[in-house]
């Protein structure tokens, strides 16, 4: 039984990889003949004009594994037009550049669709003991949670295999978990299609990229994340809000730190910068590849606690490397400038 399970895995991995691998090509020229380009300068660290649609590929990928392997329901519809009107957000977004506020009407509405039409709700959660039951809040957090999964890695999409690389740990690291607990549903074929789709995608985006997945690709790999925690909760052994939160620790970290950072400058919150997680380790004089190897390894530590924390009924080892990954945040932001500029600072305490 278990043999046949990891076939079909393999399967729902290889074939959507294969494909987006090899029709990432054509992607590329396609966005060059719409003009989905992104120019080089201002904050962007790339010096060259890339060709931003691999999210399409990402898509295009997506769709013919869940042809393949998924089942027809009302959920999965609602997967399946939700996406679509994020792909649509992305590409107009990609070849024109939208403002912010028209964005996030895309993702509101992608979002409504999930939680309106598809029932896929944030019901209740319950973390080290303490149950919550949302009751009439249920269907605007639903709505925020899945908007915020959406600018997490929108926001950290900025460098090369950065969000692509986060979203395959988070695919792979609830996929595992889904096996071990004997969870093969709807998540599970989602789970496994977009691992070997974003996978396809990277053998093309990982340092030095040859396209990147644009707003399109950032804001899909973002909003199936969101579906996929959101029908994760339905599982007794899943309802722990600390697991799939806990695997996106490094996004959602890094989009925190942006908006603290920016209400301290009295910046508008929606405004790019170059003060993310990424740039702080490259202005420490690492390259590229090495700051999003560390990047990985981070977020792989903070996947590895999520699985222990399944496998260790008392939690006890948990809870030690959660800890230990609090510290090493602590000092990331003690050393760092993610937050607050040091040498402005300093400035402040000699006028005083």
Known sequence: MMNDLIGQV?????????????????????????????????????????????????????????????????????VLIGSFVIIITGMIDDICT??????????IVAACIIAFYGKILLVDVSAFGIYLNFGILTYPLTILFIVACINCINLIDGMDGLAGGISCIYYLTIGIIGIMVGKVDLEFVLTFVMLGSTLGFLVHNFYPAKIFAGDTGSMFMGFIIAVIALLGFKNVTMTSLIIPLLILAVPILDTLFAIIRRALK?????????????HQLLNRNLSQRKTVLIIYFINILFAFASIVYIVDVENTISYYVYATLTIIVILFVWNTDIIFDKKELKKRFKRK
């Open 266 to 278: 009295h910046e508008k919150i929606y405004e790019g910068d170059a003060s993310h997680i990424h």
């Open 98 to 107: 939208l403002k912010p506020k028209h964005k996030l009407i895309g993702q």
């Open 10 to 78: 393999l399967l729902m991995v290889f074939i959507p990889f294969a494909f987006v691998a090899l029709t990432m090509p054509l992607i590329k020229k396609i966005a060059f003949k719409l003009g989905a380009i992104d120019n080089p300068g201002g904050r962007h660290i790339h010096k060259r004009v890339m060709p931003k649609l691999g999210g399409l590929g990402i898509f295009f990928g997506f769709l013919l594994g869940y042809m393949i392997f998924g089942e027809h329901s009302a959920q999965m519809n609602s």
